[in-house]
């Protein structure tokens, strides 16, 4: 089962906040945000895992609400590089590193 | 290091035929993995596989076989191509922590078309 993504776009002014949040019916192991560029493969952002351990960017910050079976991407003060589409991955206790991902979040970002 | 190669960038092929998308990465990962990408859609996993001679089906694994005899290479083969595996093949690699999927780093990606 793939993860829910929301919202499906969002368009901000340099210097905006976004949330970006990622659910799952599913128990969830860990949790995978990545970014992918038009035209250009997925780059890595961010891991969180159960226990609340957490690998990722300096400036790019993220929750994972275990009970809840949800992620939430947060980015601050948006810059023009944020532009793309974010997409959330989900692993499931036992799933053997088969891991789902959302339909993505195009996110546009204007001077 | 040259991370993840693919080949080739760009395939046309026709209906029923087959090929096989190749895929290598040099940073001795455990874990490569195929995803597709349909216009508009997230990442769907094909085949996976954490080690060598060691796969197994993710997602949408019909029409597809892999194979990873060695830990660098892991090639997707089509068996006989269809319009509906139309798609941007992605192959990424990734070490594996505490039971999960580290970093995964992708390839440029192949843009396959059947007609």
């Known amino acids: 089962q793939q993860p829910v993504q929301s919202p499906q776009a969002v368009i901000l002014r340099e210097g905006e906040d976004a949330v970006i949040n990622c659910s799952s019916s599913k128990a969830l192991y860990s949790v995978h945000w990545y970014r992918q560029k038009h035209g250009e493969a997925p780059v890595f952002l961010m891991i969180?895992?159960?226990?609340?351990e957490q690998k990722g960017h300096e400036k790019i910050s993220a929750s994972f609400n275990e009970k809840k079976q949800q992620s939430s991407l947060y980015l601050t003060a948006s810059q023009l590089s944020y532009s793309g589409t974010y997409f959330c991955g989900t692993e499931s206790p036992g799933s053997n590193n088969d891991m789902r991902f959302g339909a993505g979040t195009r996110l546009t970002v204007k001077p | 290091n040259a991370g993840v190669t693919q080949t080739p960038k760009f395939q046309v092929l026709k209906t029923g035929q087959s090929m096989t998308l190749q895929c290598a990465q040099d940073m001795n990962h455990e874990y490569m993995s195929w995803y597709r990408q349909d216009p508009g859609m997230g990442l769907r996993l094909i085949h996976y596989s954490v080690g060598a001679g060691i796969t197994d089906q993710g997602e949408v694994p019909n029409g597809y076989n892999v194979s990873r005899s060695t830990t660098e290479d892991f090639p997707l083969r089509l068996l006989s191509a269809a319009p509906s595996q139309t798609s941007v093949y992605f192959c990424?690699?990734?070490?594996?922590?505490?039971?999960?999927?580290?970093?995964?780093?992708f390839g440029p990606g192949t843009r396959l078309t059947v007609l």
């Open positions: 969180l895992l159960k226990g609340g």
């Open positions: 990424a690699s990734s070490p594996l922590l505490a039971g999960t999927t580290d970093t995964q780093y």
